[in-house]
């Protein structure tokens, strides 16, 4: 599977965009790009995903530039709430060998008052 | 009602000890795996399971196996736990086939004295 590198911590402002870019060089063609978002003391949750160009979803959106070697999540106006580590994954899903989700260090966010 | 369940929540026993964690979900998903988080918060699959097919992360200890009685369950057997086996256990679970999320249950601290 691709490996990722992420920052390991940002900090921004209460109603601040964050952008939080991941780097996946040797991604593979059937590779699908994945970010979660773990608080803590609970499991991580599923934010967005994306193949190429840019997906929205009512919580964020993902980049990603034609040559796939990067991807960045955009979360708009962020508040307190979304002080969390966030994930990047890289990796193709399916229901043959292969169908592990393997999670990088992931991005420590803290959004301060 | 919670997707993915997993008990107990907080689990403490003595070195050389035999214990099980529980999980089940209730989503009909076909994907359950099982990942450990350590305490610099770094995720680590250890199994992923799907239609009776089981994928092993190789570094996990043989003491480690997973028990799948039926499509909506798969717990986790630890025999002779060690100190090292501290951390938080997490379950999830999947459909198969792409552009799939992974739910993830509440995690299950584990502790050995």
């Known amino acids: 599977l691709a490996k990722t590198t992420q920052p390991i911590s940002m900090d921004s402002y209460e109603g601040q965009e964050v952008n939080i870019t991941c780097s996946h060089n040797n991604i593979a063609t059937n590779d699908y790009i994945t970010w979660y978002q773990q608080f803590p003391s609970q499991g991580p949750r599923f934010i967005i995903q994306g193949y190429k160009t840019k997906v929205t979803n009512e919580v964020a959106s993902l980049f990603i530039p034609a040559d796939r070697k990067s991807s960045t999540l955009s979360l708009p106006r962020v508040s307190l709430s979304d002080t969390a580590v966030y994930y990047c994954l890289v990796g193709a899903q399916g229901n043959n060998a292969g169908n592990m989700l393997t999670f990088g260090g992931g991005t420590r966010l803290m959004v301060k008052p | 009602d919670t997707a993915v369940s997993q008990t107990p929540k907080y689990l403490v026993t003595q070195m050389g000890n035999d214990k099980s964690i529980k999980c089940e979900q209730n989503?009909?998903?076909?994907?359950m795996y099982w990942y450990k988080q350590d305490s610099k918060k770094f995720l680590k699959i250890m199994f992923s399971y799907n239609n009776k097919e089981l994928i092993i992360n190789e570094t996990v200890p043989n003491r480690f196996s997973p028990k799948s009685p039926d499509k909506a369950h798969l717990n986790l057997h630890i025999n002779s736990l060690e100190l090292g086996d501290s951390a938080v256990y997490f379950c999830?679970?999947?459909?198969?086939?792409?552009?799939?999320?992974?739910?993830f249950g509440q995690g299950t601290r584990l502790t050995v004295v």
């Open positions: 999830a679970s999947s459909r198969a086939g792409r552009n799939t999320e992974a739910f």
């Open positions: 989503l009909g998903h076909d994907t």
